[in-house]
Structure formats: structure tokens, C-alpha cells
């Protein structure tokens, strides 16, 4: 079955200790999303590739960063991870919206951070 | 600014009928999607609206008024199983970025 792949499921780190959470998709998807969701809050959109282009939101922290190696994989650094870090990430993916117009977003199972 | 608000909590008896409303202001708007969430899951595709009107699909069905900034989710013949979040986005112009509302939990009893 085609599907977005998330690993770990669960991630603990230490405060200000490096920590690399990975996605990967057999959808064969152009666009990768990566959402920061806290308990109880929307999930907030941190940064997106299309193909290759890195697209990063506003407010999203210099400690967050992404890699984008392949169609296949994405992953998303935390440099130096903080206790308000601590949340579930989430991996999406998309087709091509430039081509298809807006399209479902599909969604990974998820990690849940922890930082001590 | 961007906006999306919807009820943090609702309750409803198994077999009934709920309606869960979403508003929106936003920057740009290219369609309006439904996901359900249950607790510790990843967001699962419910419904998408571009256009004004009712778009039904099974259990589910979803309306936007775009005049308004207004959708709704219309869940019928409850189960215990629909207890969960049900989050609203709006996708704005370009690469399909969503803004998520904070969801609405559901809880269906007995």
C-alpha cells in the first residue's frame, strides 16, 4: 500500500542534544510538509519542499531545519532542542498542486517528541 | 490575518446526528478541507470544498458558504468510533499550504 512513513513513532532527547525525526513516502508525492502539532492545537506548518525547492514558514525557528534528499525522504533537524520543542511532528505529502490545483494532503502516523 | 475558529468540544449520543461549524478568515483561499484526528493519530482525509454547497459522502458530508467564511461538517448515525478531533483547514493560494483550526472533539456516548 502506498502510505507516509514515519520513524520513530516515539523520539526522547535531551534538552539541547541534536535530534533528526525521518519521512518517507511511496506516493510518489512533489511536495513534503512538516507540521508541529502541541496537545490540543492545530497542527502549524514549520516548512515545505516542492521537489527540490525549500519553502520555509515565517515563524518557524532557526533551530528547525530540513533535508530533502530524494522524492522519497524528507527529515527534520532540531539543532538544539528546547522543552517547548516537546510535540507531536507530523510528515505530509501532496501531489503536485502547481499541475493538479489544491490537493489532499496525506498524512504520517506521526512522532511524538519528548525532551527532558 | 489568518483565522479559523471552531467549537473546542462537542457531545452527541451514539446514532444521532451532530453538525460541527467552522468560520474563516484567511489570505487566500483555495478550498476547504475536513480531516478526523483520534488521539495520538495523524489526520485522516474526511472531505474537500472549493465550491459553495453540500458535498455528501456516506456518513459524512460537508458544506461551505465561501461569502460567509463558513463550512460545516455534518456527521450522521453516530458511532462510538467518530470520538475523535475534527479539524477544519483552509488551503491557501499556492503549494497547497493548509491553516488548521485547533479541532473539535467529538465525544459520542452510549
Known amino acids: 500500500d502506498a502510505m507516509v512513513i514515519q520513524n520513530p513513532r516515539y523520539q526522547v532527547t535531551q534538552f539541547g542534544k541534536p535530534v533528526t525525526l525521518s519521512c518517507s513516502q511511496t506516493l510518489n508525492h512533489n511536495v513534503m510538509y512538516w507540521y508541529q502539532q502541541k496537545s490540543s492545537q492545530a497542527p502549524k506548518l514549520l516548512f515545505h519542499?516542492?521537489?527540490?525547492?525549500?519553502?520555509n514558514e515565517a515563524d518557524t525557528p532557526d533551530n528547525f531545519q530540513s533535508r530533502r534528499p530524494n522524492t522519497s525522504f524528507c527529515f527534520l533537524d532540531i539543532r538544539s532542542p528546547g522543552l517547548g520543542d516537546a510535540a507531536m511532528y507530523l510528515c505530509a505529502t501532496s501531489r503536485d498542486p502547481i499541475a493538479e490545483g489544491t490537493d489532499t494532503q496525506y498524512f504520517g502516523p506521526g512522532t511524538r517528541l519528548t525532551v527532558l | 490575518g489568518q483565522n479559523i475558529d471552531q467549537p473546542t468540544e462537542m457531545t452527541a449520543t451514539e446514532g444521532a446526528i451532530v453538525q460541527i461549524n467552522c468560520t474563516y478568515q484567511?489570505?487566500?483561499?483555495?478550498?476547504l478541507f475536513w480531516y478526523q484526528q483520534h488521539a495520538g493519530e495523524a489526520p485522516t482525509f474526511l472531505s474537500y470544498?472549493?465550491?459553495?454547497g453540500l458535498e455528501e459522502k456516506g456518513r459524512f458530508s460537508s458544506f461551505l458558504s465561501r461569502s460567509k467564511g463558513y463550512s460545516y461538517l455534518l456527521l450522521k448515525e453516530l458511532q462510538m468510533k467518530d470520538s475523535a478531533s475534527y479539524l477544519c483547514a483552509v488551503s491557501r493560494e499556492g503549494y497547497n499550504k493548509l491553516i488548521f483550526g485547533a479541532g473539535t472533539r467529538l465525544a459520542v456516548h452510549p
Open positions: 484567511t489570505s487566500g483561499f483555495n478550498g
Open positions: 519542499y516542492y521537489d527540490k525547492d525549500f519553502n
Open positions: 470544498n472549493v465550491l459553495d
